[in-house]
């Protein structure tokens, strides 16, 4: 039947879909921060 | 001063507009683009101390020599490079008109070289690519540089916000690196790498890309054995899209690109949407390595703010700085002193910062 083939196109889109945006969620979290960022100030240093 | 600003409707022209009525000095400014009401608008907005007149126009389809000739300088805020820079080079040269822009497309950087001799002869200096990167990059790079013997390796990376991208020739631009092959070879070049920048940026997932600060930097430090540029948005969302288009092939020509842009038009609020805890700013960071006696040592430094601000006030201290020198071809770190240019885009609140890395 064609719509077997419509739904599992869109039931594979949808749940690539969640998978990416679980992976958004996931990447939102953030590694802690590599240092601290020191003002430069630049006619003083030059 | 006469000067000539091209793309003075988008928005890095409009605040590269401001920032030179701020310096002072013009005798004449013209502002320029294609379409006569947004620049009548932006004239109106302008004028008062000084005598402002508009010139509607498209690049590509007149003589861009027959305008800029009158001036005294050119600069551009018009893009994207892939398509304007050489033309706009070219009439500048014939023009006899020094030229200042904010390209940063690695193939029309390339075609600068072979437009240098006759640069020189015809008295013009050009620098191509003079706004966060290339332009602050260069600058940064060069300071950090003072502080080693010899460099051996420059990073430069950038986190962009799609929310803070200067309009469609950004977009294009980003489009165009991203997708025609310009893809920096090598599989660790493609791979995703974290990078921290200053807050409100933070960390941002980027990818490697070909980009025109190589040139000179391969020519002021001939020891560099590694160069890298990398890029990423802010949004991850957006930037996963924009990449998955330029893999299928929608970033590898003009007309796939627009087609690109004008489809996701509708899905940008979802995009954002599905990228919690962005923020629409723009943060560059390079980081040298190299060697200061027998130690090895990595220098870092970043700025971070709106993206017009970082392109438009390195672009108009360089345009102050060309005039009369009738240099050639020629990049930013080489008009003065990148310290003294550093604090002068400083003074206008342009904060810089060093990485203090946490000890392990």
């Keep these: 039947m064609p719509g077997r083939g419509i739904k599992r196109v869109a039931g594979l889109t949808v749940a690539a879909v969640v998978t990416w945006w679980l992976r958004l969620l996931a990447h939102s979290k953030k590694p802690p921060a590599e240092g601290h960022w020191r003002e430069l100030d630049l006619r003083r240093d030059r | ?360």
Aim: proline share 5%; with cysteine.
């Design chain 2, 1 to 360: 001063m006469k000067v000539l600003l091209l793309g003075a409707t988008g928005a890095m022209g409009r605040r590269a507009a401001t920032e030179l009525i701020r310096e002072g000095g013009l005798e004449r400014l013209t502002i320029a683009a294609r379409a006569r009401g947004p620049l009548e608008n932006l004239g109106g907005l302008l004028s008062g101390s000084v005598d402002v007149r508009v010139d509607d126009f498209d690049l590509l389809a007149e003589d861009p020599a027959a305008h800029f000739s009158g001036h005294d300088i050119v600069i551009s805020a018009a893009g994207p490079g892939y398509l304007l820079e050489e033309r706009c080079v070219k009439a500048a040269i014939d023009a006899r008109v020094d030229y200042v822009s904010l390209n940063d497309d690695t193939i029309a950087a390339e075609l600068m070289s072979a437009l240098d001799q006759e640069a020189r002869r015809n008295e013009v200096t050009v620098v191509s690519g003079a706004g966060m990167a290339p332009g602050i990059s260069n600058l940064l790079v060069a300071l950090a540089a003072r502080r080693l013997d010899e460099v051996q390796e420059v990073e430069i990376s950038v986190g962009a916000s799609s929310a803070d991208a200067g309009g469609p020739a950004t977009e294009l631009h980003f489009l165009a690196m991203l997708g025609a092959g310009d893809f920096a070879d090598s599989r660790e070049a493609r791979s995703p790498h974290p990078v921290y920048l200053p807050d409100p940026v933070g960390w941002v997932e980027t990818f490697g890309v070909d980009h025109p600060e190589e040139l000179a930097l391969r020519s002021a430090y001939p020891a560099l054995q590694a160069f890298r540029f990398r890029v990423g948005l802010v949004e991850k969302a957006v930037m996963d899209t924009v990449r998955a288009a330029a893999a299928s092939g929608l970033g590898s020509t003009e007309r796939r690109r627009r087609f690109l842009l004008t489809a996701a038009r509708p899905l940008r609020p979802l995009l954002h949407a599905m990228s919690p805890g962005s923020t629409p700013w723009t943060a560059i960071r390079i980081d040298v390595r190299g060697t200061t006696g027998s130690r090895t040592r990595t220098v870092t430094y970043a700025v971070v703010d709106r993206l017009a601000n970082l392109a438009s006030i390195p672009l108009i201290r360089a345009a102050s700085l060309v005039r009369g020198r009738g240099s050639g071809v020629t990049s930013i770190d080489r008009l003065s002193d990148a310290e003294e240019l550093l604090a002068d885009i400083a003074a206008r609140g342009i904060r810089f910062g060093e990485l203090e890395p946490h000890s392990l």
